[in-house]
């Protein structure tokens, strides 16, 4: 696809037209990368405007997952440097959230590792949010995993809104990244947060090995479950992990991936998380590339982005938040 197709493609998308699996995509991989971003960005401006959100997150427990995520430097299958601590008290988190509510952020989301949190911990998650919800006025997000109907249920009665469970990548590749839960049981829960009210943020990780097929396929089954924020992990190979030597992606790869997505869900923010660090200058370019968010702070798996040097960042482009 040339230039001129690619433009006209852009306006089809901006006038209503949705890319769907039947449609002839192979040419995302290597049609002109500039063009494709400055495409990418027109749908981000017309879809989004100047608008970026920005959510941090709390890592509430960590290690001990009984997954077996070949990425993860958290599953108890694998031998990593990874910190090890059960639930966090409900102080610590709301002093964490109260901080990052004062630098000015949208959204807050306490991540723990696991298939899904014990009853007890929920239990005392779901005070924790409460509270949260009693004393601060910015937006609640939550990574716990698999949840039933009725958890679901009472998360949303806490005062959370937003909920994120990442699809990871393709349907076809996924069984190569995990075997202890299915692909399928990934779509049901994120079916059964959305039945609850809740809007989902779902994504995955490349780097992993996974075809440009496959990242493709992602954003397409992420086009059909209407996903409002869809973050793009970049792989970092962690030691212990079955992934360790993995190569690393390059900024153009990572970047194609970010417009590829913003065309195939042009109405959602497509979020920069994990990775950040393989960008040059703090991924300022992802944002003219179709980035309408990030996760932001000093959290579980990004790395040398502060709050204050993104809103820097952001306020230079021309960018609010």
């Given at each position: 696809m040339?230039n001129?197709?690619?433009?006209?493609?852009?306006?089809?998308?901006?006038?209503?037209?949705?890319?769907?699996e039947?449609?002839?995509?192979?040419?995302?991989?290597?049609?002109?990368?500039d063009?494709?971003?400055?495409?990418?960005?027109?749908?981000?401006?017309?879809?989004?405007?100047?608008?970026?959100?920005?959510?941090?997150?709390?890592?509430?427990k960590s290690?001990?997952?009984?997954?077996?995520?070949r990425?993860?430097a958290?599953s108890?299958?694998h031998?990593?440097?990874?910190e090890?601590y059960?639930?966090?008290?409900?102080?610590?988190?709301?002093?964490?959230?109260?901080?990052?509510?004062?630098?000015?952020?949208a959204?807050?989301?306490?991540?723990?590792s696991?298939?899904g949190?014990s009853?007890?911990?929920?239990e005392?998650?779901?005070?924790?949010?409460?509270?949260?919800r009693s004393?601060?006025?910015?937006?609640l997000?939550?990574?716990?995993?698999?949840?039933?109907?009725?958890?679901?249920e009472?998360?949303?009665a806490?005062?959370?809104?937003?909920?994120?469970?990442?699809?990871?990548?393709?349907?076809?590749?996924?069984p190569?990244?995990?075997t202890?839960?299915?692909?399928?049981?990934k779509?049901?829960?994120?079916?059964?947060?959305?039945?609850?009210?809740?809007?989902?943020?779902?994504?995955?990780?490349i780097?992993?090995g996974?075809?440009?097929?496959?990242r493709i396929?992602?954003a397409?089954t992420?086009?059909?479950?209407?996903?409002s924020?869809?973050?793009?992990?970049?792989?970092?190979?962690?030691?212990?992990?079955?992934?360790?030597?993995?190569?690393?992606?390059?900024?153009?790869?990572?970047?194609?991936?970010?417009?590829?997505?913003?065309?195939?869900?042009?109405?959602?923010?497509?979020?920069?998380?994990?990775?950040?660090?393989?960008?040059?200058?703090?991924?300022?370019?992802?944002?003219c590339?179709g980035?309408?968010?990030?996760?932001?702070?000093?959290?579980?798996?990004?790395?040398g982005?502060t709050?204050?040097?993104?809103?820097k960042?952001?306020?230079?482009?021309?960018?609010?938040?």
């Amino acid at each position: 696809m040339n230039n001129t197709q690619l433009s006209k493609l852009t306006d089809e998308i901006i006038s209503g037209r949705r890319l769907k699996e039947d449609d002839e995509l192979g040419f995302f991989t290597d049609c002109n990368l500039d063009e494709l971003g400055r495409c990418a960005d027109r749908l981000r401006q017309h879809f989004n405007a100047d608008k970026v959100d920005l959510c941090t997150i709390i890592n509430g427990k960590s290690g001990g997952c009984s997954e077996n995520c070949r990425f993860c430097a958290q599953s108890a299958h694998h031998h990593t440097s990874c910190e090890t601590y059960t639930l966090l008290d409900a102080d610590e988190i709301i002093a964490a959230a109260r901080a990052n509510e004062s630098e000015g952020v949208a959204r807050f989301a306490i991540v723990t590792s696991g298939k899904g949190p014990s009853d007890a911990d929920f239990e005392k998650i779901i005070d924790t949010y409460t509270k949260m919800r009693s004393e601060l006025k910015f937006g609640l997000c939550a990574s716990l995993g698999f949840l039933t109907d009725k958890q679901f249920e009472r998360l949303y009665a806490a005062g959370v809104r937003s909920y994120h469970n990442n699809i990871e990548t393709s349907r076809r590749y996924f069984p190569s990244i995990c075997t202890t839960h299915t692909f399928d049981d990934k779509l049901a829960n994120i079916k059964r947060a959305q039945k609850a009210g809740f809007s989902v943020c779902s994504g995955g990780i490349i780097g992993m090995g996974e075809t440009w097929e496959d990242r493709i396929d992602m954003a397409l089954t992420l086009s059909t479950l209407s996903i409002s924020s869809i973050p793009i992990n970049a792989l970092m190979p962690i030691p212990g992990t079955p992934f360790a030597e993995n190569e690393q992606l390059t900024e153009d790869d990572i970047l194609r991936t970010v417009a590829i997505f913003k065309f195939i869900n042009p109405e959602s923010d497509i979020r920069i998380a994990a990775g950040r660090a393989l960008l040059k200058e703090n991924g300022h370019k992802a944002f003219c590339f179709g980035a309408s968010a990030t996760i932001t702070g000093n959290m579980l798996t990004t790395t040398g982005s502060t709050i204050a040097e993104d809103k820097k960042m952001l306020s230079e482009m021309g960018r609010s938040y």
